[in-house]
């Protein structure tokens, strides 16, 4: 079955700090993977996703991730984190209905 | 362009009540619709999905129904509201590509 695994339930950075956010998955065939931020009372809003090419998948406001097959890990990456990017992190497989499986979340918590 | 619209934003409901939530997509057709539960903030539960009108799969036995009584309209029903049913539910669509669109979401609180 398709699934993933945040390992982490938050993560603690500096404002300006680089900033990863972990996710490795378990799928049958070639991946397809997503990260999805969601901030308080609001849905979820697409970051990126791994369809097929170059590892390094670069997103909206200024994430990206990178896939590693040997390490079937997915990590959300910025560079420098900003306040505003404290939120919930979910990482997501397709399912067999069309669907999406996500993990459990990841809470950033970006300090000043 | 596609949105998709989810109301209302917050519910409040005394246990034994019924329930409906609506969500509606503009800009597509025949799309893929989903209803997932957030539950204390966290992970995603997948309740229902539908691949067209009047089909309806339920991934998860529990007090609540959905319906798709048109191409674009998706609506998650109780007869009787349990405790349980408190989170925060969210409506999707899904484009080619997996590509996923979230309505904004309803906190329902179950009092």
């Known amino acids: 079955a398709q699934s993933v695994a945040q390992p982490e339930d938050q993560v603690n950075v500096a404002e300006g700090n680089p900033l990863t956010v972990k996710c490795t998955y378990s799928v049958s065939g070639n991946p397809y993977l997503f990260w999805y931020v969601q901030y308080p009372n609001r849905g979820l809003q697409f970051l990126l996703k791994y369809i097929t090419g170059d590892n390094l998948v670069k997103g909206s406001y200024g994430f990206e991730a990178e896939f590693n097959k040997s390490q079937t890990s997915f990590h959300l990456k910025k560079p420098s984190a900003l306040v505003s990017d404290s939120a919930l992190y979910f990482c997501?497989?397709?399912?067999?209905?069309?669907?999406?499986?996500f993990g459990k979340g990841t809470k950033l918590s970006v300090k000043p | 362009s596609q949105t998709i619209h989810q109301w209302p934003a917050t519910l409040v409901q005394p246990v034994g009540s019924p329930l409906s939530l609506e969500c509606t997509v503009e800009?597509?057709?025949?799309?893929?619709l989903y209803w997932y539960r957030q539950a204390a903030g966290r992970g995603l539960q997948l309740l229902f999905y539908?691949?067209?009108?009047?089909?309806i799969s339920s991934e998860v036995p529990q007090n609540l129904s959905a319906s798709r009584p048109q191409d674009r309209q998706f609506i998650l029903s109780s007869k009787k509201l349990l405790l349980s049913d408190s989170g925060f539910y969210l409506c999707?669509?899904?484009?080619?590509?997996?590509?996923?669109?979230f309505g904004s979401g309803t906190r329902l609180t179950v009092v």
């Open positions: 800009g597509t057709s025949n799309p893929n």
């Open positions: 997501a497989v397709p399912g067999s209905q069309g669907n999406l499986i």
């Open positions: 539908s691949v067209g009108i009047g089909q």
């Open positions: 999707a669509w899904t484009g080619a590509n997996y590509g996923y669109t």
